[in-house]
Structures are given as C-alpha cells and as structure tokens.
C-alpha cells in the first residue's frame, strides 16, 4: 500500500472481502484500480530463490469492468523483494495460451524463480513485471 501512496494514489482497504485486497485511486479523474496481493516466503536456492502462489481461478477468469492487478510480493533475506505485478488479463492469456502455473482445484499454483534479476515462471519471462508500476503512474500534488 504505501508504494502506491509514494506514487500518490488514495488507497482503500474494501470493507466487504469479495476477493480485493486493495483499491488505489487516482482521486482527481476518478481512476479506480483493483489490486490482489499475493504473498510468499522465498525458498533458497542454489542460484537465487523462489516462491510459490496461488490465485483462484474464479476470479483470474471473472473479467470485470475494472481489471485486477495482482501484486505478487516474496518475503527474502528478512525484506520484501521487489514485487511483480501482472494485470489480470495478461495473467490469465499466460494461464490459458501459454501453460503457465498448474491448476490445482478451484487454483492455479504459481511457481516464480528468481536468479540474477530474473523472474521465472513455467518457463516464461516475467522479468518485465517488476516493480511495473506502468498503470500507476506518479500523480503529483
């Protein structure tokens, strides 16, 4: 919450749990954004760490008016690394045409490896999602 407050953008935790963790708005244009965050400790490896998640896939398969953007974040080396943040639809096209994570039940279980700066998962590249604050842009006061 506070990275988003630094980018200056309200936020809001819902009052009711219907799968949002957080609201951040941009106040001026009435901008809503939904965000789901996902949290791990990291498993030390060899060459870096990993960490796993689960997303449930209701709600990655409920497209809505306003998009979701899930914040996966991994507890390592007693600090949170920097966190990787995918919109849902991308999410869910890496899920449904490229096989990425595994269904398991009513979630998809996603394993991230992260080495040399390097985000991992299935085999795909997520390095472009660190720290993607693109649809947060910094609202100046």
């Not at 796993?52 to 398969?61: E, I, K, R, S, W």
Request: negative net charge; proline residues 3%; contains cysteine.
């Amino acid at each position: 919450m506070s990275e988003f407050l630094v980018l200056g953008w309200n936020v809001a935790i819902p009052e009711v749990d219907t799968g949002d963790d957080i609201f951040v708005v941009e106040d001026e244009k009435g901008t809503l954004r939904r965000v789901q965050v996902k949290t791990s400790e990291a498993t030390i490896r060899e060459d870096g760490f990993s960490a796993q998640f689960q997303v449930p896939l209701a709600q990655l398969q409920t497209i809505g008016n306003i998009l979701v953007h899930y914040v996966f974040i991994v507890r390592y080396n007693k600090a949170w690394y920097a966190p990787v943040i995918i919109r849902q639809d991308y999410l869910l096209d890496y899920f449904e045409n490229k096989n990425m994570g595994s269904k398991y039940n009513d979630h998809i279980n996603l394993y991230f490896s992260y080495s040399k700066n390097k985000v991992i998962c299935s085999k795909l590249d997520l390095t472009m999602y660190i720290a993607d604050y693109t649809d947060f842009p910094k609202i100046e006061h």
